[in-house]
């Protein structure tokens, strides 16, 4: 057989911890699918003494995952820290400039850092990989960069953080709010003690990003994504989405259009019809539409030690194959710079839902302001609670433009008779 490729991780978390596992348990598997045996040869991290339920003991170790990157004498550098900057860039670019090919699960690094550290892997001649860092265990930069490759993919979206998924479906399936389920969350484990990454759907956002660099030839744009999180989500807007026939999900969806690139990630009703609608707790989904395949969805776990380190092990053995692909799918100089589409270009349908004082007249002027706007409303519904509270009046409206939007639910907050801030969310046909 011959020479193993020698590997080195910086980073022993759960997925570090977790590739390590994967690569000893199947070593005999990888070395015949890899056409050698791959070896780890260094490690680093942050805490020597952690226990992590694999042994290091045949590993070089470092404190400083930067040196081992310049120094160890290895072929590939697993970087596992995570982080858009600090550390986990300094390993990659320590890596790259010595020649040696990188790993990553870091979308956040890549989102903001991707293109030039692809330049650089192209100038080195050494391979970006970074299959762990779009919905975990689910093989979508393969299938997107290799798979489809004889398509024009035209639209591309998916559920692509578990941990809002968790969240809305815990609240929906036990009728909880999200504040008790993001606790919850916590307790368990599940969530971080500083969510917003998930919940404010910025780790969505970096994985958007990717999958719409890797769909569309374009540069990887995170600053023309436009994001919203989860956190306004009320256990009565999920109801109502039951009782219309929709589930509320947190989509990322990327779309090539005549006047650019749409990039959004928000929360979104979708009708009970569609498969992704029934992807639940923290499973992930991502569904690609080529012009010749027609639609493509794969589903799986987007965490965890195995499922994360199943990628990063698959990224690994393309190494050692020698097989190597541009970063994201075209050479970085042929990566197109498109124009992002703002969101008040956005078109659609919507779901509003207003507090409001009981009395004669509100209906008429809220309508009212609709009728001004040109929004046609396509179904409302109010019931009554009490003469003496707020009652919900809940209405969807026929497609119209996000700006009209915007200004109808501005005019209506300053109405007297509506005691709280609209809630709105946009209805999602999917096609
Ligand atoms: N925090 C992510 C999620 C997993 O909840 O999906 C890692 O990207």
């Not at 858009?84 to 989102?111: M, Q």
């Not at 409303?377 to 019931?383: A, D, E, F, T, W």
Request: proline share 3%; hydrophobic share 45%; net charge negative.
């Amino acid at each position: 057989m011959s020479t193993a490729l020698r590997v080195a991780i910086a980073g022993l978390g759960t997925v570090g911890a977790g590739t390590v596992s994967v690569l000893t348990e199947h070593r005999e598997l990888i070395a015949r699918r890899g056409g050698r045996p791959v070896d780890i040869v260094a490690v680093s991290a942050k805490n020597r003494a952690k226990e992590r339920g694999v042994s290091l003991d045949a590993y070089d170790w470092y404190d400083d995952p930067v040196a081992m990157a310049r120094e160890a004498d290895v072929d590939l550098v697993l970087e596992l820290i995570g982080g858009e900057a600090g550390p986990a860039k300094a390993v990659c670019d320590a890596a790259i400039s010595a020649g040696r090919h990188v790993v990553t699960a870091n979308k956040a690094l890549l989102a903001i850092h991707g293109d030039a550290l692809a330049s650089a892997a192209e100038t080195a001649g050494v391979s970006l990989n970074y299959e762990a860092a779009i919905a975990g265990g689910i093989p979508i930069v393969k299938a997107l960069r290799e798979g489809l490759t004889g398509n024009r993919v035209t639209r591309v979206y998916g559920i692509l953080n578990g941990t809002c998924n968790y969240i809305l479906t815990e609240m929906r399936e036990n009728r909880l709010s999200f504040e008790t389920v993001l606790a919850e969350a916590q307790n368990l484990g599940y969530a971080e003690a500083e969510p917003g990454v998930d919940v404010d759907g910025i780790d969505a956002a970096h994985k958007l990003a990717l999958l719409a660099s890797l769909a569309f030839g374009t540069r990887v744009d995170f600053a023309g994504v436009y994001t919203e999180g989860i956190r306004r989500i009320a256990l009565e807007d999920i109801d109502y989405a039951e009782e219309f026939g929709f589930r509320i999900k947190l989509l990322g969806s990327a779309r090539m259009t005549e006047h650019g690139l749409e990039q959004r990630v928000f929360p979104c009703m979708v009708s009970k019809d569609k498969p992704i609608a029934h992807v639940e707790d923290a499973y992930n989904a991502v569904v690609a539409h080529g012009d010749f395949v027609d639609d493509t969805m794969y589903e799986g776990r987007g965490a965890g030690a195995g499922p994360t380190a199943s990628a990063v092990v698959a990224d690994i053995v393309d190494v050692a194959r020698g097989f190597a692909v541009a970063t994201f799918g075209v050479p970085v100089g042929a990566l197109a710079d498109t124009a992002a589409v703002p969101i008040e270009r956005h078109r659609g349908a919507y779901y509003i839902r207003l507090m409001v004082r009981d009395e004669p007249g509100v209906i008429a002027n809220i309508t009212a302001v609709f009728r001004d706007e040109a929004i046609s409303i396509g179904s409302m519904l109010q019931r009554a609670r009490s003469e003496t509270e707020a009652v919900p009046v809940v209405l969807n409206t026929h497609v119209c433009e996000e700006a009209a939007m915007r200004r109808t639910l501005e005019r209506i907050e300053a109405l007297d008779s509506v005691v709280q801030q609209p809630t709105m969310i946009r209805i999602e046909p999917l096609n």
